[in-house]
C-alpha cells in the first residue's frame, strides 16, 4: 500500500513569505508526527496529532509555526515570515497508534524547505 | 533529564567485517527503542525495534540489537557489513515515563564501508 506522501518534496521560498508543507498519512494511521531535519543533525520533533487534535505541540519553535489536521486525516505544517534559519527537510511521519508504546513510525520522503 | 546518545559521529569498516553503533539512553523507567537507517536522499526505515519480549532484537538486512537494561544501552550490530550498507543510523527513543509519544532521535551515526 501507499505510504505516508509529503508534498512538494521541494520548496524555495524568499524571507518572509507564507508556506505550507502538507503529509497524506498511511490510510488508517490515527498519530500523525512533524519533525524537522536540519543538515547533519537528527530529526527533531515539532508536534503531534492523536486524531483530529494536537496532543503535543512542544516541539514547535516559535508561534510562526503552526499545523492542522481537520479531518484526521491529511496534515498540513504551515510556517508564517519564514526566515533563514527554518531551511530544513520537514519529515512527516504516521503511525497506527499513537498511545502504543512500541508503535514505530512510518516517515516520508520529507520536503526540503530553502528560505533565501 | 532523559537523553539518547549515539557515542560515534562517524563509523568506517570494510565489507565483510563487523559493524558495532552504540547507543545509550538515560531514562528513570524502561523506554522503547528504535533503530533506523537513512540512505542519501531516501526517507527513514525501520531497521528495529525493542518490544520487551526478548533482549536481543533482530531487523531487517540482517541488523541485531541487543537491549542491556544494566548499561542502558541498546548497540546494534552486523556480523558481515554490506556496500549497501553505509548509510546514516539513528538510534530512537520514547520516552515512556513522561507521557509524551513522540519519539526523539540520536544524533546519527554515519556508517562508511570500505570495499
Known amino acids: 500500500g501507499a505510504g505516508v506522501s509529503q508534498t512538494p518534496s521541494n520548496k524555495v521560498t524568499e524571507k518572509g513569505k507564507y508556506v505550507e508543507l502538507r503529509c497524506d498519512p498511511i490510510?488508517?494511521?490515527?498519530?500523525l508526527y512533524w519533525y524537522r531535519q536540519s543538515l547533519g543533525q537528527g530529526p527533531e520533533f515539532l508536534i503531534y496529532f492523536q486524531g483530529t487534535g494536537a496532543a503535543d505541540d512542544s516541539g514547535l519553535p516559535n508561534d510562526r509555526f503552526f499545523a492542522v489536521r481537520p479531518e484526521g486525516s491529511v496534515s498540513t505544517l504551515k510556517i508564517q515570515r519564514t526566515e533563514r534559519g527554518d531551511s530544513a527537510v520537514y519529515l512527516c511521519?504516521?503511525?497506527?497508534?499513537?498511545?502504543?508504546?512500541?508503535?514505530?513510525?512510518?516517515f516520508g520522503n520529507g520536503t526540503r524547505l530553502t528560505v533565501t | 533529564a532523559q537523553s539518547v546518545t549515539q557515542l560515534d559521529s562517524h563509523v568506517s569498516v570494510s565489507e565483510g567485517t563487523p559493524v558495532l553503533l552504540r547507543c545509550n539512553y538515560s531514562s528513570s523507567y524502561s523506554p522503547s527503542l528504535f533503530w533506523y537507517v537513512q540512505h542519501p536522499n531516501k526517507g527513514l526505515q525501520l531497521l528495529l525495534k525493542?518490544?520487551?519480549?526478548?533482549?536481543l532484537v533482530k531487523g531487517i538486512n540482517g541488523f541485531e540489537a541487543e537491549f542491556k537494561k544494566s548499561e542502558t544501552s541498546f548497540h546494534l550490530t552486523k556480523p558481515s557489513a554490506h556496500m549497501s550498507d553505509a548509510a546514516e543510523y539513528f538510534c530512537v527513543v520514547r520516552f515512556m515515563d513522561t507521557g509524551r509519544r513522540a519519539l526523539t532521535f540520536g544524533s546519527g551515526t554515519r556508517l562508511q564501508v570500505q570495499p
Open positions: 511521519a504516521s503511525s497506527l497508534r499513537g498511545d502504543r508504546a512500541n508503535s514505530p513510525l512510518h
Open positions: 490510510s488508517g494511521h490515527t498519530a
Open positions: 525493542y518490544t520487551s519480549a526478548a533482549t
